[in-house]
């Protein structure tokens, strides 16, 4: 059983369309993190989010974690081809020392 | 530019050869860890170093093992490895092993033949 439901696995859109991401979890995480990672290179830390209901944007990406901290969205508006990569989220349970990955999202944007 | 370094880069072998991957952090963090990628996959955790002690053993087989000789290096010996152990080695590493946030090196390309 996953933890950490990530979808969908995978998208490819048109540049300038705009796309959102999910990750859900039975599951209460302490926190969420989202990476980023390019073929061939390690995945990077986009953001964390750790209270309930909040919302962070970086840029055209716009994150939110869901009241229950069991759920977050990642939304992307005007999506560029620079976006292209895998897209995983990460939880992180209080006391376990370690973090959930989900199964990623590979989102391939075309010019 | 990526804080964790990782060599190398790239690396084949031979079933019977033995072989290490380095790892290398400098941002003071205190917990430390390997994982291994497929291809289009989520990261799979193998190992984690809490204060330089291992705290996680994910039932890695023990033709891998972890060393971490200080709270900067983190080493992965690699001895009679099969083919289906090809694969990226991510290093990664965090503040201490209960904030969640992860900073990844590059990755070692394995192949082995």
């Known amino acids: 059983t996953q933890l950490l439901e990530q979808s969908p696995q995978f998208l490819s859109i048109q540049e300038g369309e705009n796309l959102t991401v999910y990750c859900n979890s039975s599951s209460v995480f302490s926190s969420l993190q989202w990476y980023r990672q390019e073929p061939g290179e390690g995945p990077v830390l986009l953001v964390t989010?750790?209270?309930?209901?909040e919302v962070k944007k970086l840029k055209r990406l716009t994150f939110q974690f869901g009241d229950a901290r069991k759920d977050s969205s990642l939304h992307i508006t005007a999506a560029q081809p620079g976006d292209t990569g895998l897209y995983l989220c990460?939880?992180?349970?209080?006391?376990?020392?370690?973090?959930?990955f989900g199964d990623g999202t590979t989102l391939t944007v075309k010019p | 530019d990526t804080e964790v370094t990782q060599t190398p880069k790239h690396l084949v072998m031979g079933m019977t050869n033995k072989k290490s991957l380095k790892c290398e952090q400098h941002m003071g963090h205190r917990a430390m860890y390997w994982y291994k990628q497929k291809a289009k996959k989520p990261p799979e955790l193998m190992f984690v170093y809490s204060y330089e002690k291992l705290s996680i053993n994910e039932s890695v087989p023990s033709r891998f093992s972890p060393e971490c000789p200080n709270s900067s290096l983190l080493n992965l010996h690699l001895h009679a490895l099969q083919p289906e152990d090809s694969a990226l080695y991510l290093c990664?590493?965090?503040?201490?092993?209960?904030?969640?946030?992860?900073?990844f090196g590059e990755g070692s390309r394995l192949t082995v033949l």
């Open positions: 989010v750790v209270t309930g209901g």
């Open positions: 990460a939880g992180a349970l209080a006391n376990a020392g370690k973090s959930t």
């Open positions: 990664a590493s965090s503040q201490d092993g209960w904030t969640g946030e992860l900073f």
